[in-house]
């Protein structure tokens, strides 16, 4: 079963400086299976961050169509959940609080939050920091606390913007490991952008390769070895 069907989706930007056009996506076509772990690679500019943000319903694209679980995009929704480059997390709420914000919207009763809450804790290594605020972690910890948070939502498509490429090396090696690990835990659909061809590879199902002219898919790359074995 596919999750996202993406058909000859298009955009462009007006950019009102300098008052022309400016291609983004030319036509991508993609389908993402149910729990597919799906990673995109290319040159900046090439209009990644766009496909996301067109996935996330955040723009509306100029043509084309995008269908979640069958229902084509209109709009954000809380099938979809995104973690940024740039950590976007509640400065004024606690690791635990920022965790179940997003199930707080949700109406989710507190005994069934708090239990959810412990169980992304223990998958993104929070342990003992339940209770510490965002400027009290370090930046790797901050990206923890948002990727649990975006997962602890439930949402059918998590979509990831270079979520480790603020992160020092090391750290976003840590990070991409206990990311595998977490997918294959609780295997929600992915869709994660990012610079690192060898993070593309070791993460991804598969890899879409976008091209240097811009907007555009060079090719769909299969990685052979099963994800569970890497
Ligand atoms: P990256 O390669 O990491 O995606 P960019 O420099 O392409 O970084 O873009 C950074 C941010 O600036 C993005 O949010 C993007 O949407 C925005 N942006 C990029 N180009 C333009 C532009 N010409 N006009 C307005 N915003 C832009
Ligand atoms: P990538 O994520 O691969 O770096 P982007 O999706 O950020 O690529 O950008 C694709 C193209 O769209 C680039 O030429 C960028 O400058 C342009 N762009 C992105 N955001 C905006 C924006 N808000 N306004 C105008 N142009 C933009």
Redesign the pocket.
Known sequence: MSSIEIKDLR?T???PHTRQQ????DGVNLTVGDGEFVTVV????????????LIAGL?RPSSGEIRVDGRVVSGPGSDRGMVFQEIAILPWRTVRQNIAHGLEIQGVAREVRETIVKRYVDLCGLNGFEDKYPYELSGGMRQRVAVARTLASNPKVVLM??PFAALDAQTRITLAQELHRISLATSPTIIF?THNVEEALYLGDKVVI?SRR??RVKSIVSVPVPRAKR
Do not use: F, I, Q, R
């Not at 290319?42 to 943000?53: D, E, H, I, M, V």
């Open positions: 955009h930007y007006y950019n400016v291609l983004a996506l290319g040159p900046s500019g090439c209009g990644k961050s766009t496909l996301l943000y723009v913007d270079e952008v976008m811009p907007g």
